[in-house]
């Protein structure tokens, strides 16, 4: 068995090489609306997460425990690992490092929703908002980076010695990204690309103020009752989610909007209908994606890393 560390999953997989992966999952005919529903066990110092899959000769667990204390230690707030299972035997073929496939495979989805949402119109360097300051920030920098030009990007945070922190991350990393900078939520008004990656309950800014050919990511929540945007994104946006179950069951950026009325369910369009064409979004508006985190999506880029790992 192929014990795989962060610093392995650094060294073989790329971002763009995850986003391939999983756009071509979806191109071969994966159905994220059959992926086992993530299960939830309550725990004395928080919660543990179970999240399966399968896919043709691979299958996978994801199992991460959530410890609210953990950051005022110093500690991630996720942690986990991944186990992947291959062949018609389903031996045990690697277990991967969880929260470096979780902080690979989040921003990845991203940017394949961001690839396939930038309407054709759009030309040139792109601008860049990000909400938050954690490890899926970052990713996120680096993720639309992948798959957009990116003119400059504007953090912004609670913390502005964490928004600090973060730029100077960025310009050090060497993406190709010409600014990055602190801001404020009004900063979405002129962005092209608006990633929400924070464990906000509330809407982080006023979606009015998104411009009409804006491509909004919101993946930082995954409970009914959390939101990142609010009611007048939705109304505006065409609405693209994972798969309909999910984000009916867990995206409070969805689930609140249609209880009260301000959003029918039949608006939603699944990913994997845009990626392959049997879904043609409007020309004009705003584009949201939500995202919550499906196992599908661990288990293809897990899989990816150990291919690239033992040549297979």
Known sequence: MTLVSAADVAATTSVRDAVDALEAALRGGLDPERDAPRSRLTTAAGELLIMPSTLGAFAGVKLLSSTPENPARGLPLIQGAYLLFEGEDQRPAAVVDGIALTNLRTPATSALAVRHLTPDTATGPAR?????????????VAA?????????????????????????????????????????????????????CTSATTPLFDGALIKDDAVVVAMGSHFPDARETDDALVARAAVVVESRASTLREAGDIVIPVATGGLTPDRLV?????VTGRAHLPGQGPRLFKGTGMPWQDLVVAAEIFRRMTGR
Do not use: K, N, W, Y
């Open 270 to 274: 699944t990913l994997a209908d845009v």
């Open 128 to 140: 860049l908002t990000v909400f938050g300051t954690g490890p899926q920030a970052r990713g996120h």
């Open 144 to 196: 639309m980076a992948a798959v957009r030009e990116i003119a400059e990007v504007t953090l912004v945070g609670r913390s502005r010695r964490r928004v600090d922190a973060l730029a100077a991350e960025v310009a050090a990393a060497g993406l190709p990204v010409r600014t990055a900078a602190p801001g404020d939520p009004d900063a979405v008004a002129h962005a092209d690309i608006v990633c929400c």
